[in-house]
């Protein structure tokens, strides 16, 4: 009895999650793949990360630095940008999207829950 009442609480659970929580978990997978794959989730993967994460539109490479730039004190430098774009879709976490103007973007990858 006891084995159904847990079961029913984690379903129950898991059905109530909110979308900080599904955030949270997928940033957590994230963390998990680049360390899978011997990378750190360093400050300016966690901002690149959030960028995408947070925006509900596609990003070329160009867009996504100037994003990530807007104030004078922000600096993630533009090769480091572009090396972990490439990364990030190389692992899965971004995928490349290619719209009607054959410009290349990046969107984060849609959960599979």
Known sequence: MNVIKEFNEQRQSMYLQTKSKEKLWYKNQVKKILNDNG??????????????????????????????????????????????????????ILDKVVLKDNVVRYEIKKQSC
């Open 39 to 92: 990378y750190k989730f360093t400050d300016p993967r966690k901002e690149i990360y959030q960028l995408f994460n947070t925006s509900k539109s596609h990003y070329t490479i160009q867009e996504a630095i100037k994003a990530l730039n807007k104030k004078p004190t922000d600096h993630i430098g533009t090769a480091t940008i572009y090396r972990n774009i490439l990364i990030f879709n190389k692992l899965g």
